[in-house]
């Protein structure tokens, strides 16, 4: 008798931790798709197209992104879907600020 009531819930316990990790979520992750905002998009710098790696998140404004290392203080660009000034991509709104320098021929 007192080795059921030690091993009866001792079996419990053991039994519980065991279904801890065997439960599975029901319930499938949805998934996301890729944003075509975050892709190659191009700049125009000083007569030459340039494509960068940008989010330009989603909205109605054009993407436009600053170089956190331009030697042109406060120059903003606009960014294109293609190397085509008919193509401006669309964006939140806000200026996306990018790491180093903007590109050129010499990159």
Known sequence: MKLKKFLLPMMA???????????????????IPESDNYATMY???NGEWYDIQVDCEIGTSDC?????????????YEVYNSDDFNDPAEGGGIIKSLEGFPPTDDN
């Open 64 to 76: 436009i992104v600053e170089f956190d290392e331009d030697p042109t203080l406060g120059a903003t």
């Open 43 to 45: 700049v125009h710098i």
């Open 13 to 31: 316990f053991i039994f519980a931790i065991g279904m801890a990790f065997a439960t599975v979520n029901m319930e499938p992750e949805p998934e």
